[in-house]
């Protein structure tokens, strides 16, 4: 098989696992740095291996676009073709298709769409899903789903989940590589119903990990924690589970509780780049003038290159003066947090103590959930 | 003394040396990358001494007005705020006050012009260019100069040479830090005559370097490589001599024959953030079509972080989908193509072959001077 998974510990419902995919093992739960054009934005690989990132997550929509997924198997895949040799999460575009793409048109057979970077007419089916992840070689491959907006309405709601639950059949159908592991989506938004009827259909075709898909498109975080612990709940206990594009570490810590294990999210380089660091203490914008002439390091305590070497006062120097090293810095430690408190999180876990680490870190960053 | 210089060997007027500074000894000849904003651009401290740079350049004007220079001494100094422990050489701001600053006016007490940031009206006197300098604890400082266009009058090239003789003076005279040395600049444009006078006003008061400036500054590169030679011949033979701002790899080439040791120039890190790298065998441009499948890397042989992870071909999908790591990746290489000419210059110094060197670079990079 191509992954491995076994939950070695349970604290609640949160879990302490282990990932074996055949480009290393890594412990759970884990979060993923999002490399969408096949680079985590600004950081090289020994810089993200630095900041504690072990798996890492790439766009099959963006990169099927440009360069294509041929280009990148003609190259050796992607692993070799940017240079990161962990293991590789490919999502399945159907996100991308909702988000991004123009003039979009979903049916049984497709979804069509015109490319928002050069209105190219496009088609993504679930075969073609596959076939594109299979092309990229990444450790892990999704399924293909459609994921519709937090206001669709019941009857579309529902019409997403059949449409999601048989293109996993046909992505399932379709997948050949041995190393390669599929991974199905349960959609159905915020109705626990809908996502019951998902999960057990998808349970009953034995994938090898389940995603909750679905979240973060336009609900409020309180109706996402709602009905986070069910939906998880109804997910096979012992396949991987994983909340797609999920989210501030207010989230994932709620989220680990109701025992997921995988994360990804934009946030810690989109963040760096508009100058908000992560910290303990909650976040610190470095345009602020009150930087200026501040010696200590971004976070008191944190290991990362950037909080080693550099005090607030570069770091506000860097991006008053527009210097790509300022979001470079900012993106490493953003990532260097996000590792580390998934660290503290297994920590936690492994000791029986999460409950308390969830209560605590909430307290310390101010955040009421 | 602050720095100590020796002439190890001489192959016609190249010279092999050994520069002693604060911050240890670098071979020369030697290039300088630019750190305008106390950042080499997208580049990390490691990330340059593993492109092979031993010591850099920052700029006065631009530091001197953004963070300002009390910012960065309050901070511990410019090694300490931008975490470069190697040797750091500054200009005087002399030529970002003639290429840079808004209505500039300039007598003999100081130059006075306004910020290209926000227009505030400053004053560059030679003891505020000292003061700025001592406060950033650069290794290296220069003397305010003042640098006309290659198109100014016979009659303005004098006053120039005369206002940046008697400048040298008074930053003799203000100039205090015994941790650091300071460099007077030889002006004259392509007048010998004019240079001749400024060298030995300059050398009469036995500065621990000379530099050559006035050059790139828009005279053709035929017209600066026939008066560099009998201009750099007119220099203190003990001292280091540093031609300023120059330059392409054969300019280089060229002025190590004149007996140049160190310079300084923007074009590998500006060129790789525009997508150019500097190869052996002449410039590639990565946004180019036919590098979209080529899995070579920039260069082969180069031993650079970049060469020996990536391809062609991904360097260039990062230019086309507009992603950081391209410009960071080439600027590295480029630094390191730069660092890697030297030490092939240097060798052939040693060696007694640089003449035979110069011929077979020239002529491997397609260049005829």
Redesign the interface.
């Known amino acids: 098989m191509s992954i491995r998974f076994e939950v070695v510990r349970n604290d609640g419902a949160a879990r302490l696992g282990r990932l074996q995919t055949p480009h290393g093992t890594v412990d759970t739960p884990v979060f993923m740095p999002v490399g969408t ?3 985590v ?6 810089q993200l291996q630095d900041a504690g990132a072990r798996i890492i997550l790439a766009n099959t929509y ?1 990169l099927a676009l ?2 294509g997924e041929e ?1 990148i198997a ?3 895949g992607l692993h070799q ?3 990161w040799d962990g293991p590789i999460l490919t999502d399945s575009g159907g996100y991308q298709v909702y988000s991004l793409a123009l003039s979009r048109k979903i049916d049984d057979r497709a979804a069509v769409f015109r490319s928002h970077i050069d209105g190219r007419l496009l088609e993504l089916s679930p075969e073609r899903a596959v076939a594109i992840q299979e092309g990229l070689g990444s450790d892990i491959a999704m399924c293909l789903d459609e994921c519709p907006p937090a206001n669709t309405t019941a009857a579309e709601l529902r019409e997403a989940v059949c449409r999601t639950v048989h293109w996993a059949e046909r992505c399932r159908a379709a997948h050949r590589r041995p190393d390669q592991a599929l991974f199905a989506i349960v959609q159905g938004g915020t109705d626990l119903e809908l996502r019951g009827r998902c999960a057990e259909a998808l349970a009953g075709l034995d994938f090898a990990g389940y995603a909750l898909g679905g979240f973060s498109v336009g609900e409020t975080a309180a109706q996402m924690l709602a009905v986070l612990g069910p939906s998880a709940a109804l997910l096979p206990v012992h396949r991987p589970r994983y909340l797609m594009g999920v989210g501030r570490p207010e989230d994932i810590v709620a989220a680990v509780a109701c025992g997921v294990d995988m994360f990804d999210c934009v946030l810690p380089t989109r963040n760096g780049r508009n100058a908000m660091a992560f910290t303990a203490a909650g976040p610190l914008r470095l345009r602020n003038a009150q930087h ?2 501040d ?1 200590a390091p971004l976070e008191s305590g944190c290991s990362c ?1 950037a909080c080693r ?3 607030r ?2 770091l ?3 991006f ?2 527009d ?3 300022g ?3 900012l993106s490493l430690h953003n990532v260097a947090f996000y590792c580390r408190l998934m660290d503290e999180v297994r920590g936690a876990i492994g000791q029986g103590r999460f409950t308390e680490f969830r209560s605590v870190s909430l307290a310390r960053w101010g955040v009421r959930l």
Chains 1, 2 share one sequence.
Do not use: D, I, N
């Not at 934005?41 to 020994?46: H, N, V």
């Open positions: 054009q096949a680079t934005k600004g950081l090289t690989p020994p963006h440009r360069p280009v003609g190259l050796g073709f940017m240079a200026k002439r010696p290159y070497h550099f005090s006062a570069y506000h120097h860097l008053l003066a210097e790509m090293l979001p470079v810095l």
